[in-house]
């Protein structure tokens, strides 16, 4: 540290969260409501990390929300209603999307298109429909569904300290599902192939192929979206993060941004401050990092020998998500128009994931997206006689590597236009002759602004050794410095919106916890 820097920030604070993404967002406004001093700190100039939009000529961009789980109606809060209406009164509106998803495939002689409604039963009614004799096996996925959004439930009712007992006989299901990929599950179901495709819809969602990913996970997502709905904020997601940040300074807590932790500090295996590239020392003996724990041990932490082996084994054990290449386009056209009438596409080459997961590991045209048209959700979002459309794909980071600085743009625009033009070519409809607007983002973009490790926006891969059961069931285990939490996609509950700011607020709880036993001691 440079001595001679003069110290703007206050210099101790009870908690310091490193970075406002959902995940440190949650962590901070939990504190800041049950008054604990708490400041966090933010590189980027905005709070939201991916959580927020941009503006080019007449569009503002929904920056990476497709529709968010955990939300649910008025009459059926999910956990994120529940948060934003109910504890922190919330000045932000959501909106329900009007159908789950249209499925799209495009290889001769597995070609498809299917759209999807919300609700459980309608949700089966149309894969029997379009497979029939397949509803005893959808009705049984969705019965296990329950049954493990059950043992979720009362997970949370036991703060993280189930009973066994109690486990094997109300909830066996959960515990015989929790080792096995979705794959394994949905044949032992006995479910067609064809019903197992539409029902895998979402698998993008979490970005790993079927017999990979934990079957857990994602039937809980599965269900969440069917029974309550996908949601989006109606003034994008930089509405309601900016709201949260209000509510942190009506609460007492403090953020600051354009400001990078440089240092976590740590004193014989306990955190006792950070210290910011500008010089600041703030004294804490708590820090709630929403950067990934890869980063966190490998960056942060000083001294590094202060980082336990373990800690390392861990980081190093698990799989790095996936990372994002979305085109942005404002058309000079209504949806209507252009024959747009879903929200929600995915369009795939066919519904062998391991293929999809495949091509993401090379640059090149890939065999999937996921696509938006938000005025299909939101109709006053562009001005009158325009839309919004953006395109997603993915890719493993390691596909962008040899990139050199003379060819990204020519690569990106490429790419871009490969999206569009298979955009083009599934929906019917007519596009370059409309775009007003358009960015592209890739994984350097991800990198450059939100500081995201590798551009990677998703965390770990939620294989079913590292899934959402084991890592809750470690819970209290897995810290390996005394006074550090970890908030965010890479945490406990996995990645996407809704599951990192409830992974924020389990780390606040637990900070919370030991900070009031710390004071009953003293």
């Given amino acids: ?40 700190l ?17 569009f503002e961009f929904e920056t990476s929300l497709h529709e968010m789980a955990s939300y649910g109606p008025s009459s059926n809060k999910g956990s994120i209603r529940s948060l934003f209406e109910d504890k922190l009164k919330l000045d932000t509106e959501f909106v329900q999307v009007p159908e789950a998803f249209r499925l799209i ?19 089966i009614d149309t894969i029997e429909k379009e497979v029939p004799g397949s509803r005893e096996s959808v009705e049984n996925f969705f019965k296990v569904a329950r049954e493990i959004d059950g043992a979720f439930a009362y997970f949370g009712k036991t703060k993280g300290n189930p009973d066994q007992g109690v486990l094997i006989k109300e909830f066996p299901n959960f515990l015989k599902t929790a080792a096995y990929s979705v794959t394994e ?15 895998n819809g979402y698998w993008a969602y979490l970005g790993l192929p079927m017999s990979r990913l934990n079957f857990t996970i994602f039937a809980v997502m599965v269900l969440s979206y069917a029974e309550i709905g996908g949601w989006i904020p109606t003034n994008r997601s930089h509405g309601y993060t900016t709201a949260i940040d209000v509510k942190i300074r009506e609460f007492g807590g403090r953020i600051e941004y354009n400001t990078i932790v440089d240092k976590i500090l740590v004193e014989g295996g306990k955190v006792v401050g ?34 336990p082996e373990i800690a390392y084994k861990e980081v190093n054990a698990r799989i790095h998500g996936l990372t994002g290449f979305v085109v942005y386009a404002g058309l000079d056209a209504t949806a209507e128009e252009l024959g747009l009438h879903d929200y929600g596409y995915f369009i795939m080459n066919n519904m062998d994931t391991e293929e999809s997961y495949e091509s993401w590991t090379k640059l090149q045209a890939p065999y999937g997206m996921a696509c938006v048209v938000l005025n299909n959700g939101v109709p006053d979002c562009s001005p009158p006689g325009t839309c919004i459309l953006d395109l997603t794909t993915l890719y493993r980071p390691e596909a962008w590597k040899d990139v050199k600085p003379e060819d990204y743009v020519d690569i990106k625009n490429k790419l871009a236009e490969e999206l569009i033009i298979k955009f083009e070519k599934a929906t019917g409809t007519s596009l370059r002759d409309h775009i007003e607007e358009i960015e592209i983002a890739t994984p350097a973009t991800f990198a450059r602004y939100a500081k995201l490790y590798k551009g990677i926006f998703y965390g770990y891969e939620p294989e079913s050794w590292d899934s959402i059961v084991p890592r809750l069931m470690n819970m209290g285990k897995d810290v390996y410095i005394k006074g550090l939490e970890f908030a965010g996609g ?33």
């Fill in 1 to 40: 540290m440079s001595e001679n820097k003069e110290q703007r920030i206050e210099d101790s604070y009870d908690v310091v969260v490193v970075g406002a993404g959902n995940g440190g967002l949650a962590a901070t406004v939990f504190l800041a409501q049950n008054g604990v001093k708490v400041l966090c």
């Fill in 42 to 58: 933010e590189q980027h100039n905005l709070p939201g990390g991916v959580a927020t939009s941009f503006v080019r000529g007449r």
């Fill in 105 to 123: 495939t495009t290889d001769p002689g597995e070609e498809m298109d299917v759209s999807m409604p919300f609700g459980v039963e309608n949700f």
């Fill in 185 to 199: 599950v949905e044949n032992a179901l006995d479910m067609p192939k064809k019903a197992q495709s539409i029902l």
């Fill in 274 to 307: 950070v210290e910011t590239t500008r010089g600041d020392k703030i004294k804490t003996n708590y820090v709630i990092s929403n950067a990934s724990p890869t980063l966190t041990y490998n960056k942060l932490i000083f001294p590094q020998s202060e980082v």
């Fill in 490 to 522: 890479f945490g406990r509950r996995l990645h996407g919106y809704s599951s990192a700011m409830n992974d924020g607020i389990i780390s606040a709880q637990l900070t919370l916890q030991k900070i009031l036993q710390e004071r009953e001691k003293a």
